[in-house]
């Protein structure tokens, strides 16, 4: 994106500055400016309103000698910074109290990572700024290398697990995108009977939904309507595999049916697509 005065050959000239910079904001778009901060400052001052949906904005120095997040740190723009920052070989200018006293935005967890309570980020954050420690349960290894104040004797708990947990002030739950879930369905299933099937599931071994990385089945169902609407649903992608693939997992089954081998050419679909996906997902 360039002004069509300067940079006549960009991809995506414009002639109104602020104009164009409101448009990308308002779509919730990032925006990186190579500019002054005072220039991104003024364009979108009127659209403020509410920081949990600003997407990241970003200034930085023509000559490169300065990363400076405006907004969207809740929403990667402090992670931005540091990216852009280290390329740059500058310490990105991060003003945010935890990010600078924890050397982490708890309210922004990395990719794979999903927190369950951001509604009770705010009383956490207010209680670990003050002073109070906090006990890590579970693993996570960008909270372990953090310099959050982690103690087994706590008063305040981060939950890194993929089980059902409630959260609170003084406990933030974190999920991580580990759980792969394989589906079969009959031609013209009822997506809503599917996606319950998913859900109950989950529900019943105490695991989060917000754990679920994606959903798996056989190739023959790449066309099924409730397949795809449950991984919408879900919020997840949906991969299928060959039957000769997921026939290869017949020996880890608990349930193999060759009334499933017959028709499909696979002893199983749902619990076969789950455990090569876990599998592949292990391996990388």
Not at 158 to 182: F, M, N
Not at 256 to 281: K, M, N, T
């Amino acid at each position: 994106h360039g002004l069509a005065e300067r940079v006549p050959d960009a991809g995506h000239p414009f002639v109104e500055t602020a104009a164009h910079l409101r448009g990308l904001f308002a779509a919730g778009r990032p925006i990186i400016g190579i500019c002054a901060a005072a220039v991104l400052i003024r364009a979108l001052a009127p659209l403020l309103a509410d920081k949990r949906a600003e997407p990241p904005v970003l200034a930085v120095a023509e000559d490169g000698s300065a990363v400076v997040p405006l907004l969207g740190g809740h929403h990667g723009a402090h992670r931005l910074a540091r990216q852009i920052g280290d390329f740059l070989g500058v310490a990105p200018a991060i003003t945010t109290a935890g990010d600078v006293r924890f050397g982490i935005a708890l309210d922004d967890p990395p990719p794979g990572w999903i927190l369950a309570n951001p509604g009770d980020y705010k009383g956490f954050a207010g209680a670990l700024l003050a002073g109070a420690a906090v006990r890590l349960e579970g693993v996570a290894d960008w909270l372990e290398a953090s310099r959050l104040p982690l103690a087994e004797s706590a008063s305040l708990t981060i939950h890194a697990t993929d089980q059902s947990a409630p959260g609170s002030p003084a406990a933030l739950v974190y999920h991580p995108r580990t759980l792969a879930v394989g589906v079969g369905a009959e031609r013209g299933a009822k997506p809503e009977e599917l996606l319950a099937l998913v859900r109950g599931t989950l529900s019943a071994h105490g695991l989060a939904e917000a754990s679920v990385a994606g959903l798996f089945s056989l190739d023959l169902k790449a066309d099924e309507p409730a397949v795809h609407a449950a991984a919408a649903a879900l919020g997840v992608p949906v991969r299928f595999f060959s039957a000769a693939v997921l026939e290869a997992e017949t020996p880890r089954l608990a349930t193999p049916s060759d009334i499933v081998f017959r028709q499909v050419g696979c002893h199983g679909v749902a619990e076969a697509a789950g455990a090569d996906a876990a599998e592949l997902a292990s391996a990388s």
